[in-house]
């Protein structure tokens, strides 16, 4: 297997990303986002996604000042997580706050559009988690 180690951050493209994305292996998903405190997103990926890609350089700095951790699922690698939530389509974006599913981010991949989005869901009541 190729790619950096389970667990280890690496640094988002782009200019003034001040953020990084933290990996979550199969095994320690649930405990590692159980014992996130604050808002957190995960960014369900696949090597073979471009808009994946995109999304993951876009959401540091779109998301900046509104969530307390970045994390990044590889479904290719994590595929008992990726059936647990039914994943269907990539990129896959939750938000969590305090350990617990709050909902899915949909929108547009623009910086504006997300920041709203994302701030219209925290705002609003928790959904049930999917899956």
Not at 78 to 95: D, K, M, N, Q, S
């Amino acid at each position: 297997m190729g790619g950096r180690p389970e667990g280890k951050r690496d640094s988002t493209s782009g200019p003034g990303a001040a953020r990084t994305f933290e990996r979550l292996a199969e095994g320690e998903f649930h405990h590692r986002i159980a014992r996130s405190p604050g808002t957190a997103v995960v960014l369900f990926t696949a090597p073979h996604c471009g808009a994946c890609r995109r999304w993951r350089q876009l959401l540091p700095a779109a998301l900046g000042g509104t969530v307390d951790a970045l994390y990044e699922v590889d479904v290719s690698e994590a595929t008992g997580v990726a059936r647990y939530f039914e994943l269907f389509h990539l990129p896959t974006i939750h938000l969590y706050r305090d350990g617990r599913f709050h909902a899915e981010l949909q929108c547009p991949p623009q910086d504006a559009l997300v920041r709203a989005a994302a701030r219209a869901l925290l705002d609003g009541p928790a959904q049930d988690e999917p899956g």
